[in-house]
């Protein structure tokens, strides 16, 4: 329980103590000086501000029994019992978590006719598997699933739970962690256990260049959702191990406001996060009709192209080509970025890029610090260069392709 | 029918940087807006709101400035505005925002829709939507793509899911998160602003919740706690080349066919 209170008489100045506050949230008005609800309770003003004149008063609170909470549950994510990789990815951080304070794994499956699918699971590793396998399951439904959760949550009472951030996983984890009133934090790009069981959360904060390092300190579970690719699947045990256990609900709990009428499968379009190479675009691109060039060198490199939330939000790429922290993780061999300074948004999209090579004409941009390889130069000179070398090179395999066609029509 | 639509104010960039020697924050001015993905949700509540005649409030959490997007929304449609403002809701996590803003709906008067946008630009967590939802004990639909029907009971939408797209009903009252694209957001009508100014707005602080335990709200109602907060770690083996566009050109294509890219 904590506030910071104000000891006016120890400030010379009140008018320079207000830009100690990045938020604004420090008013001075009638002589007086307080904080207003834009405070972010963020401290700098206890750190930075005149010694003494702005204090933390924290109540001691009263600790939970944290021993009381043991095991690190991972929601399997899965449509109609094919598992979502991100599940294998979230398996393999949790058993590195897990040895650190010796405590077991879990799965937690949910859906229908799923029984025998999770036969897979046993394969990554996982103490026990928890299967809740019901006709109201059968596709996803939050308040159904939220149940399902809670029921396993109330009788496994798991330390830690980790969910995949995808559109299931952020809509269904939020559901549970406030049902049982703990902390959540999404999209965590790194995760570590401290011996105490709190478990360190890492993510990109404050809609800009800055991690901020989370802890849930005080209530259980905690839960985390993490994107996919942003860990490792384990191998694949050859040796199966584990156990599966098959749990029921009362169909009373699994009742919802939501009936699903129908589920299809989406177009398949060209999907940037299996693609090997990318050549991504951000702001410096001056106008929509450049990206032509942008699309030549991706079709020459055999990849795909991608971008920024801006270009995405000017309605010039399609939303499903945006990496970053609202779009999507990609791990490509190869990254090329131009005209992107590199905001950690979308840097945290990028993490898993085997070699990212960056252009940009702002030798400050961020992206230089990130990229394996920087160019500072104007991306309309070196692009169309870069073209034309590419055209004298080594034949591409379209034109190896092309001379093979030729020489049959000839032949 | 009544709709209550929450919108958040958010930084108006999001080129936000550490300073090392202090660890303070800088922020280039303090610029604020509407986050961007309200816009949809806004949209998507006027919409409803000419098909149906429903009643549409905006309610909106935060320092007193928030009236600033509660006045944006006045001049995009005929909506009332709410505030809930309180010193006390300071350093509030994604629960204890929601808890906050459930609690402030319930005040309002639970209505029979309630829309959210998909996420915000700062926190990017998404997760704000579906904790009320929890807090209210009502249904939810996160990333709605599209309505395609409603009546005084329910409707009947489109979501997107990782690989397919779902048809639901679902009942009031519920709440749902739209997508971004579900309608194109109208301009501010300047015109309205002549007429408007001055149109009042209710203003909560926690004394007028159900709860006004401040120990649920703001740092103290939050169970997640920032640690720390760093600079983003740089990989130290980066190699930056400056020159002339065709020397750059050269070398990029070089290292790529080095690396057999090419």
Redesign the interface.
């Known amino acids: 329980m904590a506030s910071i209170i104000i000891h006016q008489e120890k400030i010379k100045n009140p008018g320079d103590v207000l830009k100690v506050c990045p938020f604004g949230a420090i008013q001075y008005e009638n002589g007086v000086l307080s904080i207003s609800a834009a405070c972010k309770m963020c401290k700098l003003c206890v750190k930075n501000g005149p010694v003494g004149a702005f204090e933390l008063v924290e109540q001691p609170l009263v600790q939970i029994d944290k021993d009381a909470w043991r095991g690190i549950a991972v929601y399997v994510e899965h449509t109609h019992g094919e598992i979502h990789p991100v599940t294998f990815e979230l398996i393999g951080k949790a058993r590195e978590l897990a040895a650190k304070i010796a405590h077991p794994v879990y799965a937690v499956f949910v859906g229908y006719q799923i029984t025998s699918k999770a036969e897979e699971l046993r394969h990554y590793g996982v103490d026990r598997i928890y299967v809740y396998d019901q006709p109201e399951l059968e596709v996803f439904r939050a308040e159904p699933y939220a149940a399902a959760m809670e029921d396993f949550i109330t009788a496994l009472r798991p330390s830690t739970v980790l969910v995949g951030g995808t559109t299931v996983g952020r809509s269904l984890a939020p559901r549970v962690a406030a049902h049982f009133r703990t902390g959540l934090t999404a999209d965590c790009t790194k995760l570590d256990m401290q011996p105490n069981t709190d478990l360190d959360q890492i993510r990109p904060a404050f809609g800009g260049n800055i991690m901020a390092h989370i802890r849930t300190r005080n209530h259980r579970p905690q839960f985390a959702t993490v994107r996919y690719k942003i860990f490792s699947a384990p191998p694949r045990l050859q040796q199966p191990r584990g156990e599966i256990q098959v749990m029921y609900l009362d169909p009373e709990r699994l009742r919802s406001g939501v009936r699903v009428l129908s589920i299809e499968s989406k177009p398949v379009v060209e999907n940037i996060e299996n693609a090997e190479v990318i050549v991504a675009v951000g702001r410096g691109l001056r106008k929509e009709q450049d990206l032509e060039l942008i699309r030549a060198l991706a079709e020459r490199l055999g990849g795909q192209i991608a971008s920024t939330r801006p270009l995405i939000e000017a309605g010039w790429v399609d939303p499903r080509r945006q990496i970053g922290l609202s779009g999507r993780t990609v791990s490509p061999k190869l990254l090329i970025t131009c005209g992107i300074s590199g905001s950690v948004q979308f840097t945290a999209g990028m993490g898993a890029a085997n070699f990212v090579v960056a252009i940009n004409n702002d030798p400050q941009a961020h992206i230089f610090k990130v990229a394996h390889l920087g160019l500072v130069g104007d991306l309309y000179e070196i692009i169309p260069a870069l073209l034309q070398q590419l055209g004298s090179g080594q034949p591409s395999q379209v034109q190896e392709h092309l001379k093979t066609v030729k020489s049959e029509v000839i032949g | 029918m009544n709709i209550i639509v929450c919108i958040k104010q958010?930084?108006g960039t999001?080129?936000?940087?550490?300073d090392e020697k202090?660890?303070?924050?800088?922020?280039d001015g303090?610029d604020a807006k509407m986050n961007?993905y309200d816009l949809y949700a806004l949209e998507t509540a006027l919409q409803i709101g000419q098909e149906t005649e429903a009643h549409v409030t905006v309610l909106s959490m935060?320092?007193?400035?928030v009236k600033e997007i509660i006045q944006e929304a006045f001049l995009m449609g005929d909506v009332d505005g709410v505030i809930l403002?309180?010193?006390r809701?300071?350093?509030a996590?994604?629960?204890a925002t929601?808890?906050a803003i459930s609690q402030c709906i319930q005040k309002i008067g639970l209505p029979d829709l309630i829309i959210c946008g998909k996420?915000t630009?700062?926190?990017?967590?998404?997760?704000?939507?579906?904790?009320i939802?929890?807090?209210l004990h009502?249904?939810?639909?996160?990333?709605v793509l599209k309505i395609e029907e409603m009546n005084a009971n329910?409707m009947?939408v489109e979501a997107?899911?990782?690989?397919?797209?779902?048809?639901?009903?679902?009942?009031f009252p519920?709440l749902i998160t739209v997508e971004?694209?579900i309608y194109q957001p109208r301009l501010p009508s300047f015109t309205r602003k002549k007429r408007l100014a001055g149109q009042p707005m209710q203003v909560f602080s926690v004394q007028d919740l159900a709860d006004h335990d401040e120990?649920h709200y703001?740092?103290?109602g939050?169970?997640?706690?920032?640690?720390?907060?760093?600079?983003?770690?740089?990989?130290t083996?980066?190699?930056?080349?400056?020159?002339s566009?065709?020397d750059?050109?050269?070398k990029?294509?070089c290292?790529?066919?080095e690396?057999k890219?090419?």
């Open positions: 958010v930084p999001s080129d936000v940087k550490i202090t660890g303070s924050l800088i922020r303090m961007p935060g320092p007193p400035q403002t309180d010193r809701l300071a350093g996590d994604c629960l929601s808890y996420q630009t700062d926190g990017d967590t998404a997760q704000v939507g579906a904790e939802a929890e807090f009502i249904p939810h639909i996160t990333n329910g009947i997107d899911l990782p690989g397919m797209l779902q048809r639901s009903e679902i009942r519920a971004k694209d120990n703001g740092l103290n939050s169970p997640t706690q920032v640690m720390r907060i760093f600079p983003p770690e740089t990989d083996t980066s190699e930056v080349w400056e020159g566009s065709q750059l050109a050269e990029l294509f290292a790529l066919q690396r890219f090419i």
